[in-house]
């Protein structure tokens, strides 16, 4: 009977896993270095660029933020007030401005735009400067734009869309190869929410919002594996905001939340400090800071699991590089290496660290060359080191370290028995993990 629960256990987890929307934290994309780790917990210094979803509304001059210097101090409640004051400590130097677009020479606004911003930090934050003590190794660099970008562009029918959003990303990229330049090492990067669940959209929809999105989405992290690429001694993370949003609203019950068209900010007799806490939507364009609360703790375990995924990637690159080939070689077994099958390699038997997973199998390199890891040793779970069980999530979470490009993996021809193994293998990964729980 105990296994039979377990079995089902098992069952339970894989399809809520299946049917069920992912989180940001099993579907967002991380290109890690081989050799500098991410230790988040030494993390003293948090410097952001963004809108109104980023925004703490500090003075521009001094840097500082008490709590009552803004006007709208609770639209000022954002995901990463509540990520120094509830989860992680950190000096936070918030650059965000509401309303902002990456480029007002793009896009013009009224709002500080990207470019005007990172003068600010420049003026302030570079070396030399009052506050130029932050560290390389102890600074996360936040960025999320793309909001204001697209709801103003998607109208714009008279360019392709990838050429609508080019100048864009390129900008974009522009500023934080500078910020490289400048000494910062970890960035992490916000994709855009879906633009269709918010309440001024459901009540004046918009033709073309939703693919727009996930093209600008697709462009942000394509040129953040580029620019990780490119400078191997970073660290960069592209949040998906976007499922991590979704997931709560399709989970409501589980968070407490109502999902309402009432723009409670908009209605005359109502003040934002007096918003239900179960209330998704503060007004038409912008969650609670209820929701930018649950945002926040979820971002931190998001950081949390890739310090510990970054140490065990910076030490299995170490012991790798002392490998010699021809122990590589002895250690290859045609039978168990299903890697041969898509033209590659398998990897060292002791290696267990898998740096990207796919329907496939788990890879990680050896030498500069790229291998598979052997079924029966491979590390399996991310999710240990959130404390879950590990059948709830195992090809979920991109991982993508140095130069490994797991896009361009091409495989044999495909055939029924490989696409009904890409559907079993999940399967029988959970009922495996549910007997070896017993």
Not at 123 to 128: G, K, P, R
Not at 220 to 229: L, M
Not at 284 to 301: C, I, N, R, W
């Amino acid at each position: 009977m105990n296994n039979l629960n377990f079995v089902l256990l098992g069952l339970t987890l894989l399809i809520n896993y299946a049917f069920c929307g992912k989180k940001g934290i099993d579907s967002s994309s991380i290109f890690l270095s081989k050799r500098y780790p991410f230790k988040y917990s030494e993390f003293r210094d948090l410097i952001l660029f963004g809108d109104s979803y980023t925004t703490s509304t500090i003075d521009y001059e001094t840097l500082k933020y008490d709590g009552v210097n803004s006007d709208n101090e609770e639209e000022s409640k954002n995901w990463p007030l509540f990520l120094i004051r509830r989860r992680h400590p950190m000096n936070m130097w918030n650059f965000a401005d509401s309303g902002a677009v990456v480029d007002s020479d793009i896009i013009p606004s009224g709002a500080m735009p990207m470019t005007k911003q990172y003068e600010y930090f420049e003026i302030h934050m570079s070396c030399t400067e009052k506050y130029s003590n932050w560290r390389s190794d102890q600074t996360l660099i936040g960025i999320w734009f793309g909001i204001n970008d697209v709801m103003n562009k998607v109208k714009d029918k008279k360019i392709d869309s990838d050429e609508k959003y080019t100048p864009i990303i390129e900008c974009m990229f522009r500023i934080i190869n500078k910020l490289y330049d400048r000494g910062a090492r970890h960035f992490i990067i916000f994709n855009v929410p879906e633009l269709e669940d918010f309440v001024n959209f459901q009540i004046h929809p918009v033709s073309g919002l939703h693919k727009e999105v996930l093209l600008f989405n697709k462009m942000i992290t394509e040129n953040a594996r580029k620019f990780q690429k490119e400078h191997l001694d970073t660290n960069v993370f592209v949040y998906n905001a976007y499922n991590e949003l979704k997931y709560i609203m399709e989970h409501k019950e589980k968070y407490g939340y109502t999902i309402t068209k009432d723009e409670w900010y908009h209605n005359g007799e109502r003040s934002l400090s007096d918003i239900p806490n179960d209330y998704f939507w503060r007004d038409g364009f912008h969650p609670s800071k209820y929701v930018q609360e649950d945002l926040a703790m979820a971002v931190d375990d998001f950081l949390v699991m890739i310090e510990k995924i970054s140490r065990e990637v910076t030490n299995t690159q170490s012991q790798s590089q002392s490998q010699s080939q021809s122990q590589t070689s002895t250690n290859l077994n045609d039978e168990e290496c299903w890697a041969l099958k898509l033209n590659y390699t398998c990897c060292s038997k002791n290696v267990t660290i898998a740096r990207y997973r796919d329907n496939y199998g788990t890879w990680n390199d050896e030498n500069e060359v790229r291998c598979g890891l052997y079924p029966h040793s491979v590390d399996q779970c991310f999710d240990k080191y959130l404390g879950r069980p590990c059948a709830i999530n195992i090809n979920s979470t991109t991982v993508v370290v140095g130069n490994i490009e797991p896009n361009k993996i091409e495989p044999l021809k495909n055939n029924g028995s490989r696409r009904m193994m890409r559907f079993l293998y999940p399967l029988l990964i959970s009922l495996s993990f549910s007997l070896l729980l017993f």
